[in-house]
């Protein structure tokens, strides 16, 4: 089952979604023709009278990646899963600041030191977790382009750090964190990739397991905890982790390591989800919230399997929910490129230059075309995004690498956006 399709009217405002079938008939009797390709959007050709089903846009974001789900009434008629690239952002951050660090060495001239001209505005973000709020606002306002949406619910609780590292928190100490939102055991199920430390079995009941034995000393904080199946539990008893793993060091060298991995994840989504409550608000729809313990508990009393999007719908207070798709668009933001003229080596000398033309033969890298190709070593069909060249022969990633199409046999179905597509 697929997403419902995006329908427009002549003057480009957004109708109630249609079934893929009925919009399959659409464009086969000529009534309609494709607006948009990712996601799948047509427009009519003549004036309607339509009724109009009003659409609510739920969202639930994560540090990596943010689940999208619309809902006419209790029908979950699309779904979407958008990955961030926050990491790729702090890479292309910290390899600018060693080239900059590395030019401070050289003997140039003397620039004088400008420490104190450099002001941060209230509510200042890392670059890396701006990119998540911009990008999420970029696809609610481009999906109520396209649907008629009338209300917004957004997941705004999900960890309390300081709930977490310490249970006992309460009263005014309180005044220096946030609220609780979001159990401890569901949050070792996404730290721990919901395995079993110890054997990484996976789907079979998990138990809250102490690294360190509690009758040994072992604490209760959130960094001596971990998941064992039964059989793993019940085998390490009260033993040391050195001693039970004693002839697995590769496997305890693990899960010392993921023990103490930090909770970055956790204090991305702490960091951005106000600033994004208030981007939302700012869009004038109404905007509701829901916790991570609710969202939980209706995706397990719905019996609904783990994934963003599904998630996503069971944001808030909701009742019942019937699916009627199965295969979300997962959109991953690749950025715009660069405006780097010169690439370089590893050791940072220039290696290649960039071409200031970034269009040849009418398509440029980042587009998503399709190349039916008649006549040589490489005949066959290709869909992909295209890496152009300025002799005419490109690069399309498809299921595969293919190399040295012409530009001939090449047409575009959708203009590079920052986004890679897929089903």
Known sequence: MSNFIFVLDTNKRPLTPCKPSMARKLLTANKAAVFRRFPFTIILKKMVTANI???????????????????????VIFGAELTHRGQAIKASLDSRRALRRG??????????????????????LAPSLQHRVETTLTWVNKLRRLAPINLIVKELVRFDLQQLENPEISGIEYQQGILCGYEIR??????????????????????VEHIYPKAK?????????????????????????EQFLVKKPDVLKRI???????????????????AL???????????????????????????????????AACVGQVESLSVVTSKPLLIKATGH??????????????????????????????????????????????????AVRTTGSFNISASELVQGISYKYCKTIHHKDGYSYSF
């Open 186 to 207: 569901e949050y070792l199920l996404n730290k721990w990739n919901r395995k079993c430390a110890y054997c990484e079995i996976e789907n079979v009941p998990l138990q």
């Open 103 to 124: 030019r401070r060495n050289h003997h140039t001239r003397y620039r004088q030191a400008r420490f104190l001209n450099r002001t941060r505005q209230k509510g200042w």
């Open 337 to 386: 490129g660069t405006r780097q003229m010169c690439r370089t080596d590893k050791f940072g000398f220039p290696s290649r230059y960039v071409p200031r033309n970034k269009f040849v033969k009418g398509f440029q890298t980042g587009d998503i075309v399709k190349a039916v190709v008649t006549s040589g070593k490489k005949i066959g069909e290709y869909v992909g995004r295209v």
């Open 277 to 311: 409550f208030s981007r939302l608000k700012e869009t004038g729809l109404p905007v509701l919230t829901g916790s991570g313990g609710l969202t939980k508990f209706n995706r397990t009393r719905l019996q609904l399997p783990k994934t963003h999007w599904l998630d």
């Open 53 to 75: 089903k009003s659409i609510g846009l739920k969202l639930d974001p994560g540090s990596k990646t943010t689940g999208i789900a619309l809902l006419e009434g209790e029908k």
């Open 217 to 241: 000393g072992g604490s209760n904080r959130i960094s001596n905890l971990c998941l064992a199946c039964e059989k793993c539990n019940q085998k390490k008893g009260t033993q040391d982790v």
């Open 256 to 274: 010392l390591a993921q023990a103490k991995r930090p909770l970055k994840d956790a204090a991305a989504v702490n960091s951005t989800r106000w």
